[in-house]
């Protein structure tokens, strides 16, 4: 049984830094990417990284380009996300998901999703 399990999150004031995680485990040999996703209230869940896991290709909106890092640890079953420069409005629940076909992180073709984490940046 696959699952991805999160931790991370939390609150943090304008301009300061969260790492998320997200471990997988079950059998994952055959994933071609990882994505984080983000929901805020009365939103639509949108991406905000994408990793492609054959090449570590990435790729940002450019609401957080520049500012967001996906990268993967050593153990290669985990993905993390890097947040600097923080704002208001990248308050949300945060998503890891992964999809086993190739072609990039689209929110409706994502095969397993995690719980979700809570970030909050306020003052």
């Known amino acids: 049984q696959v699952q991805l399990v999160q931790s991370g999150g939390g609150s943090v004031q304008p301009g300061g830094s969260l790492t998320l995680s997200c471990v997988t485990s079950g059998f994952t040999l055959d994933f071609n990417a990882m994505g984080w996703f983000r929901q805020a209230p009365g939103k639509e869940r949108e991406g905000v990284s994408c990793?492609?896991?054959?090449?570590?290709?990435?790729n940002y909106p450019e609401s957080v380009k520049g500012r967001f890092t996906v990268s993967r640890g050593n153990a290669q079953n985990t993905v993390f996300l890097q947040m600097n420069s923080l704002k208001p409005d990248d308050t949300a629940v945060y998503y890891c998901a992964a999809r086993r076909r190739t072609g990039g992180c689209p929110r409706y073709a994502m095969d397993y999703w995690g719980k979700g984490t809570l970030v909050t940046v306020s003052s």
């Open positions: 990793i492609s896991l054959s090449d570590n290709s990435t």
